[in-house]
């Protein structure tokens, strides 16, 4: 077995890690459109903006993909 990175092994990873979170201008429009909305919860039923980020965010982790 190889010796930990930590106690002077190998690294396994040799390139940074790419930045996080990614966003771009549809992430920033949509926070804006569910602030001016005022339906920013569930209560007393998701809106659709809520209800659509719950569905999306399921398939998408299920699939190992980055959720957008």
Known sequence: MS???????????????????VW????????????????WGGYPYPGRRPRNWQRNSQSCRAAGMPCR
């Not at 771009?24 to 339906?39: C, L, Y």
């Open 3 to 21: 010796e930990l990175a930590i106690l002077g092994g190998p690294k396994t990873r040799t390139e940074a890690y790419p930045q996080w979170p």
């Open 24 to 39: 771009d201008q549809r992430d920033i429009d949509a926070v804006v459109e569910v602030v001016k909305s005022g339906r």
